[in-house]
């Protein structure tokens, strides 16, 4: 069964950086795709960015472009998510989920999440 464990999130300033790693184990595929989504008290969960391991393709949301980084080490299965020039709007749980083929919008499609990882800007 793949299992995903989040971790790297924490309180930051405005303005500030973090990167939040997903490992991923137990699963024998070779073309999958990881994708990180986060979600803030009261909103809906929203996919933020992916990356197939694949082509190393990657997808981010409008609202992070430039200022997120998604990358992969295919040798330890670990995907990052590098988070700079952090907003307010950027506090939510981080969580990262699995697909076995590529990426999607739709957080239907992903069977795989991990527990999730607090992010937090401050001011």
């Known amino acids: 069964e793949v299992q995903l464990v989040e971790s790297g999130g924490d309180v930051v300033q405005i303005g500030g950086s973090l990167r939040l790693s997903c490992a991923a184990s137990?699963?024998?595929?070779?073309?999958?795709?990881i994708k990180w989504f986060r979600q803030a008290p009261g909103k809906e969960r929203e996919g933020v960015s992916c990356?197939?391991?694949?082509?190393?393709?990657?997808i981010y949301a409008d609202s992070v472009k430039g200022r997120f980084t998604i990358s992969s080490d295919n040798s330890k299965n670990t995907v990052y998510l590098q988070m700079n020039s952090l907003k307010l709007e950027d506090t939510a749980v981080y969580y990262c989920?699995?697909?076995?083929?590529?990426?999607?919008?739709?957080?239907?499609?992903?069977?795989?999440w991990g527990q999730g990882t607090q992010v937090t800007v401050s001011s």
């Open positions: 990356i197939s391991r694949r082509d190393g393709s990657t």
């Open positions: 989920a699995f697909h076995p083929r590529r990426c999607y919008n739709e957080d239907y499609y992903y069977a795989n």
């Open positions: 137990g699963f024998t595929f070779d073309d999958y795709a």
